[in-house]
């Protein structure tokens, strides 16, 4: 019985063993369309490697901007600069509480804000954390904190890619990428914003946007993360903001009266909280490119409206 116990255990190892190298050099070396369970993707297009190579620099700020793609894309650091505040804006694509929270973790400290301004809205405490995940790990140190949000997602692409990240780092490569300020349409402005060509939303011309009333089911690991956040948040007696940033009037009625109230309660228990797509009246075809997003006349007159409030 010990030795096969023994055995059963130096099999363990080896299998283990086997596993990490081949998935690394597999990762290394396969095409991108053979390893989709190894999504390793530097430089996306929302620019998180540049915004993480350069929050590392960031010191004692007015602001931090945390969230999705709306807080990347919706805070240009350059307005609020302009008005006397400095600001450090940590948005990257997709991001779910569960990343938010790795991220406080690693610049909360370092950034050291006299405020937080994080954008929430009802679907990032639904979904996965899968894809915001993925763009985190590639894009940023593997340590502890990975491991622990691997471990919360539980899914075979994020270990894959933790694991292959990890690696990565081990033999010095996870870090030399080098990501131009521009590409495509999108350029990447210091503090963290991404500004978009000028563009205008055409409802019209729309088709793949749902008018119907969606479904929304909160996570409970994302509401836990969500928090511990908060905690996290008051033990440094930190001030927070929780906003919901400006969509379209077709995205934003796209949830029933009762999911609304239901977010803005849930919101208002935690901190101080702001509904933007009521307090602000932005017109679809002139303020956003896509029903989720600003352009740049958008975001000029949420951030003046939010600047506002600040100094009130």
Do not use: C
Not at 51 to 77: A, C, H, Q
Not at 199 to 212: G, I, V
């Amino acid at each position: 019985m010990k030795r096969f116990i023994k055995t059963l255990l130096s099999f363990g190892i080896f299998a283990i063993l086997f596993f990490v190298v081949a998935l690394y050099l597999w990762g290394n070396n396969s095409h991108p369309l053979l390893k989709s369970n190894v999504i390793y993707q530097k430089g996306t297009t929302g620019h998180l490697n540049s915004r993480l190579k350069e929050v590392k620099d960031i010191k004692n700020v007015d602001l931090l901007f945390l969230g999705s793609s709306s807080t990347y894309r919706g805070f240009d650091p350059r307005l609020f600069e302009a008005n006397g505040f400095s600001s450090f804006n940590l948005g990257s694509s997709a991001q779910t509480p569960i990343q938010t929270k790795v991220l406080l973790k690693r610049y909360l400290e370092s950034t050291n804000p006299k405020r937080i301004i994080y954008a929430m809205n009802p679907e990032v405490l639904s979904m996965d954390g899968v894809e915001s995940a993925l763009d985190l790990i590639a894009n940023d140190t593997s340590d502890a904190n990975s491991a622990k949000m691997a471990m919360t997602i539980h899914h075979v692409k994020v270990y894959n890619t933790f694991i292959f990240a990890s690696l990565q780092q081990v033999f010095g490569q996870h870090m030399s990428y080098q990501k131009k300020s521009s590409k495509g349409i999108d350029t990447y402005i210091s503090g963290g914003f991404v500004e978009r060509e000028m563009k205008y939303f055409d409802p019209k011309t729309e088709k793949k946007l749902k008018t119907k009333d969606i479904t929304v089911n909160y996570r409970k690991d994302q509401l836990k993360a969500f928090e511990d956040i908060i905690n996290l948040i008051q033990a440094r007696d930190i001030e927070l903001i929780l906003i919901n940033a400006p969509v379209t009037s077709y995205a934003y009625n796209s949830y029933t009266l009762k999911q609304k109230k239901q977010f803005d309660d849930l919101m208002s228990s935690y901190a101080d909280y702001i509904d933007f797509n009521t307090v602000l009246k932005l017109q679809d075809s002139l303020h956003f490119y896509d029903p989720y997003h600003l352009n740049q006349h958008g975001v000029e007159l949420f951030n003046k409206k939010v600047i506002e409030i600040i100094k009130q």
